[in-house]
Nanobody
Framework: QVQLVESGGGLVQDGDSLRLSCAASGRTFSTYAMGWFRQAPGKEREFVAAISGGTSYADSVKGRFTISRDGAKNTVYLQMNSLKPEDTAVYYC????????????????????WGQGTQVTVSS
């Protein structure tokens, strides 16, 4: 069973950058579809980005965030630039244990493995 551990969150200012990491352990996950979601206080968990062959992004982060993976390190990254206060949330890494079409991977119910989350706070 793959386990996911996120890291890289923190407190930054409006306009700063952060890179989140999601390290997978348990087995090689190079063929897994991977995604990032976030949940702000009082709000539902929402899609941020996914990678499964291609990549997909929520409109709110397109052009500012980049998802990538390093198969050798069993790690998925989320590079976040030009951060805004509305990006404040707990960010979760998620995996689907088989490759899936990228157009499906914005759906939260597609994923069967979740990390514990990492807090990102952007101050104005």
């Amino acid at each position: 069973q793959v386990q996911l551990v996120e890291s890289g969150g923190g407190l930054v200012q409006d306009g700063d950058s952060l890179r989140l990491s999601c390290a997978a352990s348990g087995r090689t996950f190079s063929t897994y579809a991977m995604g990032w979601f976030r949940q702000a206080p009082g709000k539902e968990r929402e899609f941020v980005a996914a990678i499964s062959g291609g990549t997909s992004y929520a409109d709110s982060v397109k052009g500012r965030f980049t998802i990538s993976r390093d198969g050798a390190k069993n790690t998925v990254y989320l590079q976040m630039n030009s951060l805004k206060p509305e990006d404040t949330a707990v960010y979760y890494c998620a995996a689907k244990s088989v490759p899936r079409p990228i157009w499906l991977m914005s759906r939260i119910d597609e994923y069967d493995i979740w990390g514990q989350g990492t807090q990102v706070t952007v101050s104005s």
